[in-house]
């Protein structure tokens, strides 16, 4: 179960970085934070509009949810790891 997310992660992870890079900003302005757009401007209707834009909001959320179940799977793994290794002597 664990590496079925992993796997899911990085094929999440590897999407955003391909598609962020191939989006296009509409102006001939630096794109990504160093934009002049502010905040309300990427929130008004214009900037959902666009289908990659939404398939990138998308997919940042579901990195960021994979990414703590991730983190607290791998956390219940060290533990058990951790006891076991007590119980055994080797710590």
Known sequence: MYQTFLVIFVIIAVTLIVLIM???????????????????????SGGFNDGITRLIVILAILFFL??????????????????????????
């Open 66 to 91: 994979l990414s703590l179940l991730l983190g607290n799977m791998n956390s219940k793994q060290n533990q058990k790891y951790i006891q076991s290794s007590v119980q055994n002597g080797q710590f």
């Open 22 to 44: 191939l989006q296009q900003n509409k102006d001939n302005d630096s794109g990504g934070m160093f934009s002049n757009r502010s905040l309300s401007d990427m929130l008004s």
